[in-house]
T-cell receptor
């Protein structure tokens, strides 16, 4: 079945460091790919998305490119801030289910940015 | 600018008790979802609804029930609480599907439930 694998955390970085959170997926067909972010005590928020191969999603300085050849959707940011501390979830939409929005979430990667 | 509102934020139940987790959205979204989030496991879909009066099971529906009498409200009921239902529960809504209509899901802040 479809699945999402993320790098295990927690990840701790110093402010202004470069961030990469790896995400790979297994899916039938051509799913849409997402990154969601969850700040402490809050629900998930959509950070960025890509709907087809070679698409690049970007938002708030974060980027991820849909790589079909490597089935990956790695999240990157050039210079992290303390306010980026959160849990990041990679996810894909299951195109076999069209009656509702079946989104398969990875386990999440916790990021802590220290001053 | 409420979005998706969940109540309560925290609750402790004894085994065998019942309770209802409330979820309301003010965005006139047709689609609503209930997820549970267990540590290191991501989110699992419990139930979903594509409109008032229409509900269906997700991946992990056992031990739960839902109803959707209005567009705004989508309560989740636990009839006989069990320790395995200790989790954080998230309600979400969307105007359409992220895949087909470019509509993301909007999440509430969650309900942290402990069954002792």
């Amino acid at each position: 079945g479809n699945s999402v694998t993320q790098m295990e955390g927690p990840v701790t970085l110093s402010e202004e460091a470069f961030l990469t959170i790896n995400c790979t997926y297994t899916a039938t067909g051509y799913p849409s790919l997402f990154w969601y972010v969850q700040y402490p005590g809050e629900g998930l928020q959509l950070l960025l998305k890509a709907t087809k191969a070679d698409d690049k999603g970007s938002n708030k300085g974060f980027e991820a490119t849909y790589r079909k050849e490597t089935t990956s959707f790695h999240l990157e940011k050039g210079s992290v801030q303390v306010s980026d501390s959160a849990v990041y979830f990679c996810a894909l939409s299951d195109l076999r289910k069209t009656s509702y929005d079946k989104v398969i979430f990875g386990p999440g990667t916790s990021l802590s940015v220290i001053p | 600018n409420a979005g998706v509102t969940q109540t309560p934020k925290f609750r402790i139940l004894k085994i065998g008790q019942s309770m209802t987790l409330q979820c309301a959205q003010d965005m006139n979204h047709n689609y609503m979802y209930w997820y549970r989030q267990d540590p290191g496991m991501g989110l699992k879909l419990i139930y979903y609804s594509v409109g008032a009066g229409i509900t269906d099971k997700g991946e992990v529906p056992n031990g739960y029930n839902v109803s959707r009498s209005t567009t705004e409200d989508f309560p989740l009921r636990l009839e006989l609480a069990a320790p395995s239902q200790t989790s954080v529960y998230f309600c979400a809504s969307s105007a359409g599907t992220a895949t087909w209509s470019n509509q993301p899901q909007h999440f509430g802040d969650g309900t942290r439930l402990s069954i002792l």
